[in-house]
């Protein structure tokens, strides 16, 4: 069954660092660009990052440019999110997805999404 | 950026009738390559998106063929032709065109 799925959320204070992974089953993460894709509590879907299949293209909503580090480590099958800065509104549930725009495979597949809350 | 709009912002709706949603952007959303890049999601609560609809009108695998998704340039919509009870939830439609990527603000599809 292809599934991803995140890890390393948490309750983090505002300032501070955190850093989200994403690990595939069932299909190689290795072949496929990877989104981070955010939505605070009550609220809408919010596109955050991009990272293209071999890493050495990225793309970043304003919100998180600067902040924000989209990586990955295809000896691992896995791509992180490092989330420096953080602040009250990054608080939301992040969800890692596969796919570049322009493939079949755009965002057909989602992670269970991370608890991300940051609070003093 | 672009904006994506959608409406209307909730939809009551009765089961077994038909449900339209609409989404418009700010800009075109056909690529230099020749496709348009429009995406419709579906999201339950407490649960992840699914992806229903791609390129416009691409119905994904396991998808009802009561959904379909139409439209071009700037104006596209979702259609529900008769809408059942695991349809409820809010749909998202999202743009894969433009650097960055956006979604529209989400249609809460309800029962009246």
């Known amino acids: 069954q292809v599934q991803l799925m995140e890890s390393g959320g948490g309750v983090v204070q505002p300032g501070r660092s955190l850093r989200l992974s994403c690990a595939a089953s069932?299909?190689?993460?290795?072949?496929?660009?990877l989104h981070w894709v955010r939505q605070a509590p009550g609220k809408g879907l919010e596109w955050m990052t991009f990272?293209?299949?071999?890493?050495?293209?990225?793309y970043y909503a304003d919100s998180v440019k600067g902040r924000f580090t989209i990586s990955r480590d295809n000896s691992k099958n896995t791509v992180y999110l490092q989330m420096n800065s953080l602040r009250d509104d990054d608080t939301a549930v992040y969800y890692c997805?596969?796919?570049?725009?322009?493939?079949?495979?755009?965002?057909?597949?989602w992670g269970q999404g991370a608890l991300v809350t940051v609070s003093s | 950026d672009v904006v994506m709009t959608q409406s209307p912002l909730s939809l009551p709706v009765t089961l077994g009738q038909p449900a339209s949603i609409s989404c418009r952007s700010s800009?075109?959303?056909?690529?230099?390559?020749?496709?348009?890049?429009l995406n419709w999601f579906h999201q339950r609560p407490g649960q992840s998106p699914r992806r229903l609809i791609y390129?416009?009108?691409n119905r994904d695998s396991g998808v009802p063929d009561r959904f379909s998704g139409s439209g071009s340039g700037t104006d596209f919509t979702l259609k529900i032709s008769r809408v059942e009870a695991e349809d409820l939830g809010v749909y998202y439609c999202?743009?894969?065109?433009?650097?960055?990527?956006?979604f529209g603000g989400g249609t809460k599809v309800e029962i009246k």
């Open positions: 999202m743009q894969g065109t433009h650097w960055p990527l956006t």
């Open positions: 390129k416009v009108s």
């Open positions: 800009q075109s959303l056909v690529y230099s390559d020749g496709n348009t890049y």
């Open positions: 990272i293209s299949f071999d890493g050495s293209v990225k």
């Open positions: 069932g299909f190689t993460l290795n072949n496929f660009a």
């Open positions: 997805a596969r796919g570049a725009p322009s493939g079949a495979n755009f965002l057909d597949c």
